[in-house]
């Protein structure tokens, strides 16, 4: 019951940050510095959270199949390859090197 | 009356990218139930959330076995970039009441991204609401098709789906890497949360990382030379 109260909350709170850019008076959100510590912060997140799946095991860190999957995953971006295939491919980079009996 | 070339082109590539972004809730959808979340839950979040980024946050700290709060907050500061993008979109389409509601569950970078590059005004509302109603019902129909397949798929780290979640992370976050100034920035972040996994609770190393580089960003940023003399 609690995952569900929590996924409501986090749903909501998402919406409601969707809602502010047409509520709220522009003055705060055209800051620049503001607008540049968003935009970073979006990539600091997205950046932690890729060392976070890839290493993180409970609270250890470990190298295993996954580290080949974005390995895998950033030679496909390299070449351009789509969003629904770079996830495919490293899916797949980690089940095969699991197949072959490592990580 | 027929809808103007400019505008026909921008309903084509707005459903194009509804076409193509949608089709990556599948893995939304896969990696969601993995995680240990409910089918119903899963399509919850696609409807309700409805902002790619946030939701594989959501999920991915919940897996990891993170805490509520923290998949929450992680969530949510993924999610301020919308409010940017509503105070650009809401000058461009002045909507009203109801309709404004609308519109703002479907901005995101897709629809955003899709009306800012439309040559004139009518082009850019139809590329808006074609690319966010697009990515809105296929998002919605390829994360309950990846969540049934989830389900029945099992165990998710014989089928790789952990090292999916990773691609997953990165191909949100690699154009976003066009600047030196993102790299040097997503470069800190990794490294913080490397640091902290070992000392932290899951979630946490997300957020540590999140609250260093809001404030290296914030104290870095200088106001471009033709904007300081204007002020």
Known sequence: MSLWLWVLIAALVCVALKLVGYLVPTEVLENRRMAHTAAMVTCALLAALVVTQTFAEGTALVIDARLVAVAVAAGALWLRAPFIVVVILGAAAAAAVRALGWG | ?231
Request: hydrophobic share 55%.
């Open chain 2, 1 to 231: 009356m027929r809808a103007s070339p400019s505008v026909r082109s921008a309903v084509r590539q707005g459903i194009s990218v509804g076409l193509a972004t949608g089709a990556y809730g599948i893995s939304f959808g896969a990696l969601s139930v993995a995680a240990g979340l409910d089918v119903w839950q899963t399509c919850v979040l696609s409807l309700l959330m409805f902002t790619g980024g946030s939701q594989f946050a959501f999920i991915g700290i919940i897996g990891a076995g993170g805490g509520g709060a923290a998949a929450t907050a992680t969530a949510a500061l993924l999610g301020v970039r919308n409010s940017l993008y509503g105070l650009q979109m809401a000058s461009l389409l002045k909507p009203r009441r109801l309709v404004r509601l609308g519109a703002a569950q479907i901005t995101i970078d897709e629809s955003t991204a899709v009306a800012l590059a439309q040559p004139d005004e009518p082009a850019a509302r139809a590329g808006f609401w074609s690319a966010g109603l697009g990515v809105f019902v296929f998002w919605n129909l390829a994360t309950l098709g990846g969540a049934l397949l989830g389900d029945v798929l099992g165990d998710p780290a014989r089928w790789g789906l952990d090292g999916a979640a990773a691609a997953a992370f990165l191909a949100l976050l690699w154009p976003r890497l066009k600047q030196r100034q993102a790299q040097t920035i997503g470069v800190v972040a990794a490294v913080v949360a490397a640091i902290m996994i070992p000392i932290a609770p899951a979630g946490v190393p997300v957020l540590a990382a999140a609250a260093v580089t809001a404030g290296i960003a914030w104290w870095q940023y200088r106001e471009p030379p033709h904007v300081r003399s204007a002020a």
